[in-house]
């Protein structure tokens, strides 16, 4: 790692520390006068009025200038921390965040998606950020970096992970009834560990199973539907094809069984059967390629 690099949680803790020590001796300056004062002015040392100057040019302009000074020296830290955020160093490694009710997934170069965020320590990592539908904020506390993911807009921060290990991912703009599940994992891997990853075909070597949990997550529906039976904000994907559900189409209550055509339907226009229970807050699937679906159709079929 590039020993003069100063990563974002230096950049942020520096200017952190240094507004916070001032307030800390302020505080303590302010207290400690205050305590002195009300000892050697109390009424039983001090029984009358003592004369206080109206006017003194000196204090006057001490008073002034200090706080001035001490207020810009705050301002310039503060802009060298953000110019720094803003900066991104050049070798970094980009990678696509997209946030979408109530999941996040990354997009790397090489094409490879994940639904967390894997990088390799000591290499900067670029963040692009947007959204499919609502605003979101992209927020890690760990690399004190956080940023809005706005639809239509794309948006960027970047971070450098020092160490391996996780870290949390939120998202930290109340985005509905999912919000406070839109969390995700960091996860810092040394180079080696990181490259192997990376270099993994998802849809490769593994199995169908795997590539059509990998669909779901990385098209977010595992953000609202689990596949272990949970009940999340919608329902659980498991044992789904042929169930007995109640639906409602048009206004009108109907039942059918979940069969390979409602699921179809289901995926691309939510709300045409909406499921008795929940809200009708999944959106539609328009993107999404035949193949994907007959994909995640196929892995839905046998999902029990
Ligand atoms: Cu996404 Cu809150």
Redesign the pocket.
Known sequence: MNPSLITTTEAVDRVFLYIFGISVILLLAITAVMVWFVIKYHRTRQPQPQPSPRYNLWLETAWTVIPTLIVLSMFWYGWQGYTTLRDVPENALDVRVT?RK?VWSFTYPNGRTSDILVVPVGRPIRLDITSEDVL?SFFIPAFRIKRDAVPGMHTFEWFVASEPGTYDAF?A???GVG?AK?ITTVAAKPDQDFEEWYEQEPSGEADGHEEGRQLLASHGCTGCHSLDGAKMVGPTLLGIFGREVTVTTNGVERSLTVDREYLERSILRPRVDLVKGYPPVMPPNAGLSPEDLEEIVEYLQELR
């Open positions: 946030g109530w979101h998202c703009e109340y985005c919000h839109m």
